[in-house]
């Protein structure tokens, strides 16, 4: 071989190379500074924006320290995959009035997106949460959550705290395989509305290994939320891993496929839930294939609830308002521990579309802390039970 076909050779093979290489785009290269005090805006966008263009796999990276950062969007498409690495702590201002969005920090139309790196997201909620008036005031002002994806395909969430949400902690809408894992998020018990995960319009979504304990549910699964796989989620404080609230607009598409599995749930207000408005709303929307399997209820007030009476707040409940969300092949498997009021399974389901099949299968719930007694009540329940069923079966 000669000289001259090494360094053709070369030539061809290192510009290849060179076009997929993999960079790095340190924060602190585009004048970010972690003083707490400094916004650092620009700064990520600025990097994000380079590391987008990069034709190459790139990593955002956001290095130990504590960071003052506003409401920001990063936005692809990009030309690779993305690495935002988070090591250090973000932290969201206070002020509720300096968000024009309901989102703190926001993730859209990007195709391999990985997030994570040990961080903290600190939502500073405290502040807000007094300024939340949404179960009485209709036109609320809508607080923003921590971390929204929106358009994302292939996601992995991975390895972040989120405390203090002002709002949800993480929101998925319009997203396609993604998982999320080795999460923690935390936020008082009282705290409104602070959501854990909630997801709308998304397929294709792993949720494992998540510690939730929060002031609203831990997950909340709503219209078009399909293929869904949670496992070993802890829960608590916090209302459950809930499906819906469903039905209370037209056009929503359907809830399918969702495995609910070896998860726990500790002093929540709810286990495994499935709640749709009491509405007069005439709707074509199912919710349908859901599987609950290994589940350890500690001291749960309603360890497993269909509500489809669902109404928080007014105006519905008037005479003749019935849920019209029709609700089939719903299994529960191996559910055991403890509930802390009177119910085990409170499965109230709609005269105008009575819940079908239905299927309890060695369930064993007794009473702890207040609770003496234990019952199961069922209405317009179609469905059947298998093996143990402690308290009796009400199907
Ligand atoms: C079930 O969850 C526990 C923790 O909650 C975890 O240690 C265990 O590995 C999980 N088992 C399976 C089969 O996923
Ligand atoms: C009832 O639902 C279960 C899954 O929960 C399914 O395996 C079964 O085939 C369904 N039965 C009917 C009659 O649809
Ligand atoms: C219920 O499950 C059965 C058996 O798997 C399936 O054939 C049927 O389509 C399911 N019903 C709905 C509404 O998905």
């Not at 093979?13 to 924060?27: D, G, P, Q, R, S």
């Not at 019209?324 to 109230?348: E, F, P, T, W």
């Not at 009575?354 to 007794?366: G, H, K, S, Y």
Request: net charge positive.
């Amino acid at each position: 071989m000669n000289t001259n076909f090494l360094s053709v050779f070369c030539l061809l093979v290192c510009i290849a190379e060179a076009k997929n290489e993999y960079k790095l785009f340190n924060v602190l290269n585009y004048g970010a500074r972690a003083d707490d005090r400094t916004d650092n805006t620009m700064a990520f966008l600025k990097a994000w924006s380079d590391a987008c263009r990069w034709r190459g796999k790139s990593t955002v990276l956001i290095p130990q320290g504590s960071y003052m950062l506003n409401e920001v969007i990063f936005s692809g498409p990009c030309n690779s995959w993305m690495n935002f690495q988070i090591e250090g702590r973000l932290k969201a201002p206070s002020d509720i009035y300096s968000f024009k969005t309901d989102s703190w920090i926001s993730f859209r139309y990007v195709n391999n997106l990985y997030v994570g790196g040990g961080g903290t997201l600190d939502g500073q909620g405290a502040v807000a949460w007094a300024k939340n008036d949404c179960q009485k005031n209709r036109n609320c002002r809508v607080l923003p959550g921590t971390m929204t994806f929106q358009f994302i395909t292939n996601g992995y969430i991975h390895h972040m705290r989120s405390i203090n949400s002002k709002q949800n902690h993480f929101t998925l809408y319009g997203c396609k395989n993604m998982v999320l894992t080795k999460l923690k998020l935390i936020a008082p018990f009282n705290s409104p509305n602070t959501d854990g995960i909630k997801i709308a319009l998304s397929m294709g979504i792993t949720i494992t290994s998540v510690s939730i304990g929060t002031g609203d549910d831990c997950i909340a699964m709503l219209y078009g939320t399909k293929g869904v796989r949670i496992s070993d989620v802890f829960c608590g404080p916090g209302h459950g891993i809930s499906i819906g609230s469903l039905g209370k607009n037209n056009g929503e598409e359907d809830v399918d496929d969702i495995v609910v599995k070896n998860c726990t749930f500790s002093g929540t207000n709810n286990g495994v839930r499935i709640k749709t408005w009491s509405s007069i709303l005439q709707t074509t929307t199912h919710v349908s294939n859901i599987h609950y399997e290994d589940i350890v209820m500690d001291k749960v007030q309603n360890p497993i609830i269909i509500d489809q009476n669902y109404c928080p707040s007014l105006p519905c409940n008037a005479k003749g308002e019935v849920s019209s969300v029709q609700i089939s092949n719903v299994s529960y498997k191996y559910i055991r521990g403890s509930g802390n009021a009177d119910v085990a399974a409170s499965l109230q389901c709609s005269p105008n579309k009575p819940c079908q099949n239905i299927t309890m299968e060695n369930i064993n719930l007794w009473p702890s802390g207040r609770s003496r007694k234990l019952n199961n009540e069922c209405l317009h329940v179609i469905g059947a039970s298998y093996g143990t069923q402690i308290p009796h079966a009400c199907i």
